[in-house]
């Protein structure tokens, strides 16, 4: 499965950014999709996800500010993200996992937050 991910960029505080993930197969045939980052120095998290059945998870400190969501038409899974804080920054990946357990892994995009 290959992943395109986008909408990275520089934002204030308090702004927002849309991520953008394209995938290349179905989405339904897909058993999760999910959104990680990484900060500088720091360990690759899970930020948001959707899961089978369809159900969200949130990292806590991403909870009422981040929506991930998914559009069939355009086989996408996106990372609409709103009151961004500085310790938002960190390049964010999208992640899938086939009913296989084949995992694939984006090229990551930046996102960067000032204060």
């Known amino acids: 499965v290959q992943l395109q991910a986008s909408g990275g960029g520089l934002v204030q505080a308090g702004g927002s950014l849309r991520l953008s993930c394209v995938v290349s197969?179905?989405?339904?045939?897909?058993?999760?999709r999910e959104w990680y980052r990484q900060a500088p120095g720091k360990q690759r998290e899970l930020v948001a996800a959707?899961?089978?059945?369809?159900?969200?998870n949130y990292a806590d400190s991403v909870k009422g500010r981040f929506t991930i969501s998914r559009d069939i038409a355009k086989n996408t899974v996106n990372l609409q993200m709103d009151n961004l804080k500085p310790e938002d920054t960190g390049t964010y990946y999208c992640?899938?996992?086939?009913?296989?357990?084949?995992?694939?892994w984006g090229q990551g995009t930046l996102v960067t937050v000032s204060s």
């Open positions: 992640h899938v996992r086939s009913w296989g357990n084949e995992d694939s």
């Open positions: 197969r179905n989405i339904f045939s897909l058993n999760t």
């Open positions: 959707i899961i089978p059945g369809g159900n969200r």
